[in-house]
């Protein structure tokens, strides 16, 4: 019994370790908002009238381009993660972005006096790289590491990361701000923090297995056993072992076989390809349009926008919304992803998100927020405010229920071996490109809209996401190598003929090197 409730350990363990870079991804999502809203910050880089109030149109300059040029270094470094990951493999390419996004965390951190924002901004650049290629990697890793069985589980704690990362900025934010809120420490704490989770990442990942599918896919079919044994806690010789084996070799040959003398187009443009990758972009252009990350990169504005004024009010409201969305997203993850289904738990939550959105708008449009007055004390969030804050703590329960996790877990489920990189890279690449646009464009949009913003979103949720939802097939249950006979690659009778020759090759070539390894013991 305990064997069979810790037989995925060693999977689990290489899913925490892989996903402390996405730590790093939530944690950069929630800081750099609060960071900009302090006041010595706006003060110490010329965010300030000359009356002593803050230049709204100059903070939301600085605020969208110290979130969104995060975004525009994660774009390519998504991009550029797929060649890389092909050819040094998952495990070390995580450690070569990992190390990338350190540099940049140093930067940011000693910004101020004569080096200016401009280290910031730099800093944020560079930083954005090393967290596109692990945002890419990284749940391609996971996912050709688990079982079918609790794959989605396990490639759904990517949201768990992300929320618990998110969490921890906005109570740095809020602790920093409210303990030493006059000095240079309200951005060098958060930011230096960064460095934290990135060395955890760094040194873990020195100690966990290749992919067995990356391995396989390279020839290196020995080594590949040998660690999905590991993973699995079984012996090389187990016949689960040995088929799950011969699946990814059949999977592989049968692809390189009918793909011969082809090359990068046939990867995007080959049968049952096109498709994926379609879904791949689109799925991360709706996400990013939700209305999520608006909130996540600028809480504290957003918080301060329905009524909860003053530094401390917003910040805490914002530390609030961070721990709902850890507990919405822990319980999902763990009791219900692979209850509901993927299309199903989409498609509940663009419902829910749009209905909440739909309410916060209303309320804003009818009780709208009086503007503080410069010098008063922050009063006191009134009925409507709070009613519009439980809206938004509501929205997030529906946010990870669906479009939070399970995009990830959706399109690391979709891909075969030899074309995962290329469909995370696009992926990732899309969530980063659509993510550069809206945390450029939100603090714009929320002052010039106000509660049409929350409308607008709310059409998007309904109209679009929650139709997108019941197009897709259904991924759970299915192994990896399923997914080319749901898309249409290949028929499925075809695949169990290849998986029949590759258990027998398997099974042939294990018995010659028991043979080999007989002899030499018998000369001895």
């Not at 049968?254 to 090359?263: N, S, T």
């Not at 349009?289 to 917003?314: D, E, K, L, R």
């Not at 009818?366 to 503007?371: D, G, K, Y």
Request: hydrophobic residues 45%; aromatic residues 12%; proline residues 4%.
């Amino acid at each position: 019994m305990s064997e069979g409730r810790f037989k995925n350990l060693r999977v689990y363990w290489l899913a925490f370790v892989a996903y402390w870079g996405i730590v790093l991804f939530g944690y950069d999502t929630g800081i750099a908002g609060g960071v900009v809203s302090q006041p010595y910050f706006q003060s110490h880089f010329g965010l300030i009238n000359a009356d002593g109030t803050p230049n709204k149109t100059k903070t939301a300059d600085v605020s969208s381009n110290v979130v969104s040029v995060l975004q525009a270094g994660a774009f390519f470094g998504a991009l550029g993660s797929a060649p890389v990951s092909n050819w040094f493999g998952r495990k070390w390419t995580l450690v070569g972005f990992t190390l990338i996004f350190a540099i940049g965390a140093i930067l940011t951190t000693v910004a101020g006096g004569d080096r200016g924002i401009g280290y910031i901004y730099g800093g944020r650049v560079v930083s954005g790289v090393g967290i596109g290629g692990i945002s890419a990697v990284a749940p391609a890793y996971v996912s050709e590491c688990s079982p079918k069985n609790v794959r989605g589980r396990i490639t759904g704690l990517f949201q768990i990361m992300v929320a618990i990362g998110v969490m921890i900025s906005y109570f740095i934010n809020f602790g920093v701000g409210l303990n030493m809120p006059n000095g240079p420490n309200v951005w060098r704490i958060p930011f230096g923090f960064q460095l934290v989770p990135a060395g955890t990442m760094a040194i873990g990942l020195l100690f966990v297995k290749e992919s067995p599918r990356w391995l396989a896919s390279k020839g290196r079919t020995h080594e590949a056993l040998e660690n999905l044994a590991y993973l699995r806690k079984e012996t090389t010789d187990s016949p689960d072992v040995r088929q799950e084996m011969a699946e990814i070799e059949g999977a592989i040959r049968e692809e390189k076989e009918a793909r011969k003398g082809l090359g990068i187009k046939e990867a995007f443009f080959g049968k049952g390809n096109f498709i994926r990758f379609v879904i791949a972009f689109v799925i991360f252009l709706l996400q990013q349009w939700s209305g999520q990350n608006s909130v996540g990169y600028y809480a504290p504005q957003i918080f301060s926008s329905i009524g909860y004024s003053g530094t401390t009010n917003s910040l805490l409201a914002s530390g609030i919304y961070g721990i709902v969305k850890v507990i919405a997203t822990a319980l999902f993850v763990f009791f219900f992803v692979e209850t509901l289904g993927r299309k199903i738990s989409l498609f509940i939550s663009s419902i829910g998100m749009g209905v909440t959105f739909f309410i916060i708008g209303a309320i804003l449009k009818t009780h709208p927020v009086a503007t503080p007055v410069a010098g008063q004390a922050a009063p006191p969030p009134s009925p409507s405010s709070k009613g519009m804050a439980a809206m938004l703590y509501i929205y997030v329960c529906f946010y990870s229920m669906g479009w939070g996790p399970l995009c990830w877990v959706y399109v690391s489920d979709i891909f075969p071996t030899r074309t995962r990189h290329y469909g995370l890279a696009v992926a990732s690449g899309s969530q980063w490109l659509w993510n550069f646009v809206v945390s450029k464009v939100t603090p714009t949009l929320e002052n010039d809209l106000g509660y049409k913003l929350f409308m607008m979103f709310a059409a998007i949720n309904i109209g679009a996401m929650a139709t997108f939802s019941l197009l897709l097939p259904e991924t759970k249950g299915k192994s990896l190598e399923e997914m080319d006979i749901i898309f249409g690659s290949v028929a499925a009778e075809s695949r169990e003929a290849f998986i029949a020759k590759e258990q027998r090759a398997l099974d042939q070539e294990l018995a010659h090197e028991t043979r080999s390894e007989q002899s030499i013991d018998n000369k001895v």
